[in-house]
């Protein structure tokens, strides 16, 4: 069973940067795309970023690009998200999740508060 464990949330300035990590257990992730997603009070649940496993690539919400940076760290199964040049806006709960090549959104991490402040 795939399990993701959410870490590095909390309360940050406008302006300022946060780098949330999520440590990935109990599978091989090569076929594995991970991402992030967030979900402000009140509002649905969106979509932040994504990482392909193999080969790295990337993608964004138009919200966060240009401030916003996913990677992972293949020997520590662990998927990063540097976020920079917060906004008010970007206040939520961060979820990472994962799933396979050609599947939904399947496996979720408990989720990391992000609060910031004007």
């Known amino acids: 069973q795939v399990q993701l464990v959410e870490s590095g949330g909390g309360l940050v300035q406008a302006g300022g940067s946060l780098r949330l990590s999520c440590a990935a257990s109990?599978?091989?992730?090569?076929?594995?795309?991970m991402g992030w997603f967030r979900q402000a009070p009140g509002k649905e649940r969106e979509f932040v970023a994504a990482i392909t496993w193999i080969g790295g690539s990337t993608y964004y919400a138009d919200s966060v690009k240009g401030r916003f940076t996913i990677s992972r760290d293949s020997a520590k199964n662990t998927v990063y998200l540097q976020m920079n040049s917060l906004k008010p806006e970007d206040t939520a709960v961060y979820y990472c999740?994962?799933?396979?090549?050609?599947?939904?959104?399947?496996?979720w991490g408990q989720g990391t508060q992000v609060t910031v402040s004007s």
């Open positions: 999740a994962a799933h396979e090549t050609a599947s939904s959104w399947s496996y």
């Open positions: 109990g599978r091989t992730f090569r076929r594995y795309e």
